[in-house]
Structure formats: structure tokens, C-alpha cells
């Protein structure tokens, strides 16, 4: 099983630049968190912290408990994967998954069965006997995972493991890691500044931005209810409709658009004040040919057929733009620019930003 982790008001400075700014989050035992954000807002270096390679200027970090600001690298037993896979070139793949066992001393029968064990865990059992160098980048990397999870540590830190690697390797070692948290059950701490890769792996998303977590939710709701403009538009496509509010309605505001037409959405209490953004996702958009009783009209500025999906772009009379994407389903034509439309979405698809 793994560890839980609890990171309490951890600050690091370099000189006046602070690049962790008391930064508090809550890892579950087993749990699969992503530090998701732009670069240098402090992904690598919150995780550097945990694993030891700097020490903290402020705050604690707890591991099951215990406080591990004092203890070595090579103590605090993580398994650890980097975007360069820094595997050692002289030793065959079986060598190098086996290399921490011979650190620590494990028996060479025990350890010949760990390792067979893990290579098959990564698909690599046919690789065993490779040098590195005979290998693709996706295999390599395979193998620098297999080598973080061979003395099944309890936390497992991986930085940016599949940034170097295309697409559909990218996307299908994404699922081994998914598959292989799930069979070893460690606590794993994955850092990436791809919102789709956090999206499907993560149990939970951490959003970074210049040294501080903005957000901390499942990936689900970071998506459907960011708190702000930042993470709305870092994590996924975004509609940002301006809008005055007429009253509130329970869990619901009812809103005024710039185009003078109502409609009503959910959104967190904590709203207030006079004038509201609302996102909307691209998909949650409805275009339609005929003028509905909560449709707003308005004019194609782009269409484009991209294979299983249309997007769309309209221009609102308020000035405003909207980016549409809907499945090319039967029936679906694409619309002509210059042509007037009309756009509704359902209450449920909107969201006030705080
Ligand atoms: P990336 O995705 O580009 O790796 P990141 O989110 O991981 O970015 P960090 O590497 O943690 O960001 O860096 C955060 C900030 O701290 C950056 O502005 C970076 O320039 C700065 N920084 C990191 N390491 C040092 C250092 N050793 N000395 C000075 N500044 C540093």
C-alpha cells in the first residue's frame, strides 16, 4: 500500500524568486496526483522537494506521518522517473531494473524474480537481455519505469516520464502507468504540463501557477467547475461569456448576457458582486438553423470539417466570439460563414467563475 503524503506550507526561494509559495496539499495513501501547469510555475521543483534532491526554506512535508525534511534521498526509498531515462548504457535492461536491488543488498535469487516479474508488468521480458542503446525511446523509458517500481516503493515521483516520446507512444504508456498504479498500489506523484495527459490519468489534479496550487479536484471537476479564469482556460478549450446578474435562484444565478438575453446557471456561492464571466465548453454548445426561445442568434465566422468533429466559430452581436464543436453526425451540414445561427446551451453547461 501506499504512503500518504502531506505537504504543509512548503516554501522554496532561489534568492528573492519564490518558486514554491506555501504550497498545502493532501496526498491520499494510493493515490494518483498530477501537478498540472505551465512551465516554471513549480511543478519540478515542489517535486524535487519531496524527493529530496533540495531542501525546503518553509513549511514540512509529512510522509505516513513522519516529518522527512531531514532525511537523504537515497533513504526516503521513492521510486523515481525523469523525461531523460538515465538508465546506465554499459548494463542490459534486466541489470538495469535490477540495479536497486544489488543496492540494497537482496538476495540474487530473489532479486532475478523481481525483476523477470516487473519486465513482464512492463512488457519487456523480451528486452531482458537488450542494452539500451538497441532500444526505441518508448522502451527505454519502459524500462526506467520498471526500474522506479522494482523494490515497490510506496510513492513513486515521476517528472515529465513521457514528454520526449510521440503521440501514440506517448498515449499508450499513459495506460501501462494507469494499469501498473493500480496493480502495485503506491502512491504515485506525476508531473505534466499536458492537460489531456493529467485529465486521463490522474485520481486527482493538482493546477499550478507561479509557485502556488490554484486548484486541487478530480479531474472531472477541474474541468466542469474551475474555480477561475486561469484554470479554465489552461486546462481544456474555453467560452467565456460576460454577464450581469439578475438574481439568485438557490444553487443558480440568472443572468443577463451582453446580447440582452437571460438564462440561468449554476454556480459556487462564493459569487458576488454585480457582473460574472461564465464558461462554457465548446461541446456543450448547440447551433441550430431555426431561432429557439433561449437561443441566442448569431454569425458564422469559420467553419471547419476536422474529421470526427465540426469546429465552428461564431461572432455574437455583443462582439463576442464563441468556438463550437460538435460531432460529425448524420445529417450534420457545415455552416456557411456569413450565415446567421442561433447558439443555446442547457443550464446545467455553464458555470460562473468565481
Ligand atoms: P517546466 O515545466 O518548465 O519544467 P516547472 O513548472 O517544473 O516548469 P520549475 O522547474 O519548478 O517549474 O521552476 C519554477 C521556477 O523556479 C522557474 O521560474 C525556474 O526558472 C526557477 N528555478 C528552478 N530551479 C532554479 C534554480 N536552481 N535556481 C534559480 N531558479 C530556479
Partial sequence: MGSGITIENVTKRYGAFVAADRICLDIQPGEFV???????SGKTTLLNLLAGFQRV???EIRVDGKP?????????????????????????VAQNVGFPMRMAGISRADSDRRVAETLGMMQLSDSAAKMPSEMSGGQQQRVAIARSIVMRPKVVLMDEPLSALDRRLRESIQMEIRDLHRTIGSTFLFVTHDQSEALTMSDRIAVMDAGRIIQVDRPETIYRQ?????????????????????????????????TGHLFRSPAPDEVSGRNVTVLVRPERL???DVPGQESIPARVKSALFLGEILRIEVTLDSGETLLVRCSDSAGQTLPTPGSTVHVSWGMSDGWVLA
Fill in 68 to 92: 522527512i525534511q531531514n532525511v537523504p534521498v537515497h533513504k526516503r526509498g521513492f521510486g523515481m522517473v525523469f523525461q531523460s531515462y538515465a538508465l546506465f548504457p554499459n548494463m542490459t
Fill in 57 to 59: 526554506d518553509g513549511g
Fill in 286 to 288: 448547440i447551433l441550430s
Fill in 226 to 258: 474551475p474555480c477561475n479564469r486561469f484554470v479554465a482556460g489552461f486546462v481544456g478549450e474555453s467560452n467565456l461569456i460576460d454577464a450581469e446578474i439578475v438574481r439568485r435562484e438557490g444553487a443558480a444565478l440568472v443572468l443577463r448576457t451582453k
Fill in 34 to 40: 498530477t501537478l498540472l501547469g505551465p512551465s516554471g
